[in-house]
């Protein structure tokens, strides 16, 4: 996973509550995250046009905070088949899946094989 860091904003009271209200959440989990001021928000996001646009309100501020990411789905989709390989599955790709049948074993059931 790549940290880039990560800015969520608001251009509405709505959204700019909703996004306070997860700065005090991530204060008592103990994230560090930051309010930012529409400058700041620019600053961290210099394309971003912070001014009201004809569909758009301005932006009242943002929520940064520096642990979000990305990551590759791809990848991990690939890391959890090749673990599943190690455990014993057998991969087919490119195969069309007609059904599912889930079985719910106990921690004492026995092989079902």
């Known amino acids: ?14 959204r700019w509550q909703y996004l306070r ?4 959440k991530h204060r008592t989990m103990g994230i560090d995250s930051t309010l930012l001021t529409p400058e700041q ?3 961290k996001c210099p394309p971003l046009n912070v ?9 009242i501020g943002g ?16 890391a959890y088949a090749k673990s599943a ?14 059904g599912l049948t889930q079985v719910i074993m106990s921690p004492n059931a026995q092989d079902l094989g």
């Open 1 to 14: 996973m790549q940290y880039s860091g990560g800015v969520n904003f608001a251009c509405t009271p709505d």
């Open 21 to 24: 209200n997860e700065w005090a």
């Open 41 to 43: 928000v620019k600053d």
């Open 51 to 59: 001014e009201a646009g004809e569909t758009t309100g301005a932006i």
């Open 63 to 78: 929520l940064f905070d520096q642990n979000e990411g990305y990551l590759d789905c791809s990848g991990v989709t690939w």
């Open 85 to 98: 390989q190690k455990g014993g599955a057998t991969i087919h790709q490119h195969t069309k899946v007609d």
